[in-house]
């Protein structure tokens, strides 16, 4: 049995979600050019540690639905889903 993956400092895990429609109130035309990726947060390390120590948490939580950039972050299967490893920074936006 595999254990429970946790993102260090300010990186998130976000499984890639599909998108049909509307989210968040937001609708995604059929005629766009290249796919949105909207991702669901999985888990979120504590946060970037700044030059005097303080940790500055995330902006995002567990659960919370974020537009993801169209490249970048680190692919990662687990349990036969992927997922993205991203810098926190690296998200465009929240869902609410």
């Known amino acids: 049995m595999e254990k429970s993956f946790v993102p260090l400092l300010n990186r998130v895990l976000v499984r890639q979600a599909d998108v049909t429609g ?3 109130g937001v609708l995604i035309p059929s005629t766009v050019q290249t ?4 991702g669901i947060v999985e888990a979120v390390g504590i946060g970037h540690r700044t030059n005097n120590g303080t ?3 995330p ?3 567990k659960g919370d639905k974020v537009l993801l950039p169209e490249t970048g972050g680190i ?3 687990r349990e036969n889903k992927d ?6 920074d690296e998200l465009l936006g ?3």
Do not use: M, N, Q
């Not at 997922?83 to 926190?88: A, I, N, R, S």
């Open 75 to 77: 692919p990662i299967r």
């Open 35 to 38: 796919p949105v990726k909207i």
């Open 83 to 88: 997922y993205l490893l991203l810098h926190d």
């Open 22 to 24: 509307a989210l968040g």
């Open 59 to 61: 902006l995002v939580k």
């Open 55 to 57: 940790v500055l948490p």
């Open 94 to 96: 929240v869902f609410h």
